[in-house]
């Protein structure tokens, strides 16, 4: 095998360790919640390879790359 797909493997291995132990953790903490205080939690609220992709993929303001590139020079 090559290292590329070692690591492939071994990033799905987390990836599914993460999906299990998030759908725990969700399952726990939506028996514990109160369901007048707070709505269902979701697996992806506890994993944080999720978050990370959905930080990843979102969109940013475009007013702080201004401040800092264009309005920063003035």
């Known amino acids: 095998m090559t290292l590329r797909e070692l690591v492939w493997m071994a990033e799905a291995k987390s ?9 725990t953790m969700a399952l726990l903490a939506n028996l514990n919640r109160d369901p007048k205080k707070h709505a269902p939690y ?15 993929a979102g969109t940013a303001d475009i007013g702080i790359l ?9």
């Open 42 to 56: 979701k697996p992806s609220d506890f994993h944080p390879l999720e978050n990370r992709r959905k930080q990843v």
């Open 66 to 74: 201004k401040t800092i590139f264009v309005d920063r020079r003035k």
């Open 15 to 23: 990836r599914d360790e993460w999906n299990r132990t998030a759908c």
